[in-house]
């Protein structure tokens, strides 16, 4: 029993917690309670030594097991154990060859992850509430050659039902395709009128030349670079139909081949600012842009080998607290129109112009303008055939954009438009003659919802080269369109 002492006195002087002058006046119960104290404490800190090896043993053996996976004739093995932190593996200063984040990693979308679908319908209610809804047979009858529902005949309307799958296939290769299923047809029966067909729009790729976007190829079905309006969605359009004037140069607006177009980045930026500003731009297109197409037009076979050769400019520059975006647009081109008594035109006319454009965005009042020049295929009532004449017409439009206090906007608008030309894709390429005044109002209730209610006075030639002069009325449009 006093050997026993003994060494405990020993052991407490050479870890330093007593010396031998006062160890002789030290009370032996007291040291005998700091002892077993320090030996729970040692004991502790052995048992989570312990604990922290025999994790490090099983991540190296995780380790292990990756490395070398087991063949699927090897016996089940057991679950493996969860994985720490990888700050907890740093702290134990395990080495496996490996960066400790690589396994964390997110791995790349697959390209059919990175596609969205979306679209737009728009349901109208035209009513023509005076003027000129029936007329003897060879006068004209008060029509649009953007709706068909303008009539005597018709209420309500599908007038675009759209769906669209986009987006990035790679990092420098993108895919739009975009079908309307509110296209019309003839029927096989007496000629009436079909509706509700699904028709192809756009079909095209994006290849992009540089890291930074500024530069691509479009290849495929895609809208023709002319004019700031016929670019611009029909989803996005204050009006709700674009002027007869820019759209004559490609109703349907699109075509098949290949463009390229260029964005400087101070460009995208302002467009960037404005679209997140809730600003109507005219989309996802360049500041500078040339293609060559076929020159047909919207889903038609191709009739010659001329190509369309076309270009256009857009500049978008600050002045003081406004963005002010100006550009011009030119356009060469053969066609040939489709005949009434059957097929299309043996010969090619020339369809050439050149066009101009500004816009003053809203801040909160702003002013769209553009006009365009040139010749084109035209029915010649004096000789009863198609030829090439001039052309000319545009709009300018007066806008505003308020926003309420409950989170909509609303958008105001006045139009006045004017053209003078043939009408290219109706059967025999009839002349249109077109002055048409139109103010209505926009709501946007939500992003999910749009209201428009307008009213245009309109004097319009209908397009069939059989019917003369030109038809007045009052029209009131309504338009509901959802977005998802």
């Known amino acids: 029993m006093a050997a026993k002492r003994l060494s405990v006195i020993a052991l407490a002087v050479s870890l330093g917690w007593t010396n031998p002058a006062h160890a002789q006046g030290e009370n032996l119960a007291t040291l005998q309670l700091q002892i077993a104290q320090m030996q729970e404490q040692m004991r502790g800190q052995m048992a989570a030594m312990l604990a922290m090896q025999q994790q490090i043993e099983a991540l190296q053996g995780?380790?292990?097991?990756?490395?070398?996976?087991?063949?699927?004739?090897?016996?089940?093995?057991?679950?493996?154990?969860?994985?720490?932190?990888?700050?907890?593996?740093?702290?134990?200063?395990?080495?496996?060859?490996?960066?400790?984040?690589?396994?964390?990693?997110?791995?790349?979308?697959?390209?059919?992850?990175?596609?969205?679908?979306?679209?737009?319908?728009?349901?109208?209610?035209?009513?023509?509430?005076?003027?000129?809804?029936?007329?003897?047979?060879?006068?004209?009858?008060?029509?649009?050659?953007?709706?068909?529902?303008?009539?005597?005949?018709?209420?309500?309307?599908?007038?675009?039902?759209?769906?669209?799958?986009?987006?990035?296939?790679?990092d420098r290769v993108s895919l739009y395709?975009?079908?309307?299923?509110?296209?019309?047809?003839?029927?096989?029966?007496?000629g009436e009128r079909r509706e509700g067909f699904g028709q192809l729009r756009d079909a095209y790729a994006d290849v992009f030349l540089d890291r930074h976007k500024t530069f691509k190829v479009r290849l495929g079905q895609s809208k023709v670079p002319y004019g700031w309006e016929n670019m611009q969605s029909s989803s996005n359009r204050?009006?709700?139909?674009?002027?007869?004037?820019?759209?004559?140069?490609?109703?349907?607006?699109r075509d098949l081949g290949v463009i390229a177009f260029f964005t400087p980045r101070t460009m995208?930026?302002?467009?960037?600012?404005?679209?997140?500003?809730?600003?109507?731009?005219?989309?996802?297109?360049g500041a500078f842009g040339i293609g060559l197409m076929n020159g047909q037009g919207t889903n038609k076979t191709e009739q010659d080998n001329a190509l369309m050769q076309v270009a256009l400019v857009s500049l978008p520059f600050?002045?003081?607290?406004?963005?002010?975006?100006?550009?011009?647009?030119?356009?060469?081109?053969?066609?040939?129109?489709?005949?009434?008594?059957?097929?299309?035109?043996?010969?090619?006319?020339?369809?050439?112009?050149?066009?101009?454009?500004?816009m003053l965005y809203p801040r909160p009042i702003g002013v769209q303008a553009e006009w365009n020049w040139g010749k084109g295929p035209e029915f010649d009532r004096a000789s009863g055939t198609i030829k090439e004449k001039k052309l000319n017409g545009g709009y300018v439009q007066v806008m505003g954009r308020f926003a309420t206090e409950g989170g909509s906007t609303l958008w105001p608008y006045a139009r006045w438009q004017h053209y003078r030309g043939g009408w290219k894709v109706a059967l025999n390429a009839p002349r249109v003659e077109t002055d048409e005044i139109e103010v209505g109002l926009e709501w946007q209730a939500m992003k999910a919802l749009e209201l428009t209610l307008a009213y245009a006075r309109m004097r319009r030639s209908e397009a069939d080269e059989r019917r003369l002069g030109r038809a007045e009325g009052n029209v009131l449009r309504t338009q509901i369109q959802w977005n998802y």
Do not use: C
């Open 238 to 253: 204050l009006t709700l139909d674009r002027s007869d004037g820019i759209n004559s140069a490609v109703p349907g607006e």
């Open 62 to 170: 995780k380790l292990a097991s990756a490395t070398n996976p087991v063949p699927a004739t090897s016996p089940l093995v057991a679950a493996p154990t969860p994985q720490p932190a990888p700050l907890a593996l740093a702290a134990l200063g395990g080495s496996s060859g490996t960066s400790p984040t690589a396994a964390d990693k997110p791995k790349p979308k697959a390209w059919y992850d990175r596609l969205q679908l979306r679209g737009y319908t728009q349901l109208r209610f035209n009513e023509i509430i005076s003027g000129d809804k029936t007329a003897p047979a060879g006068q004209s009858r008060l029509r649009s050659v953007h709706d068909g529902s303008i009539s005597d005949r018709s209420n309500f309307s599908l007038r675009r039902v759209r769906v669209v799958l986009q987006g990035e296939i790679s």
């Open 318 to 358: 600050r002045v003081g607290d406004q963005i002010l975006e100006v550009g011009a647009s030119a356009m060469r081109n053969r066609f040939r129109p489709e005949l009434r008594s059957g097929g299309v035109s043996a010969k090619g006319y020339a369809d050439d112009r050149i066009g101009v454009h500004a």
């Open 177 to 190: 395709l975009q079908h309307d299923f509110a296209s019309a047809v003839l029927g096989q029966q007496a």
């Open 268 to 285: 995208q930026k302002i467009w960037d600012e404005l679209t997140k500003e809730g600003q109507k731009t005219f989309g996802n297109y």
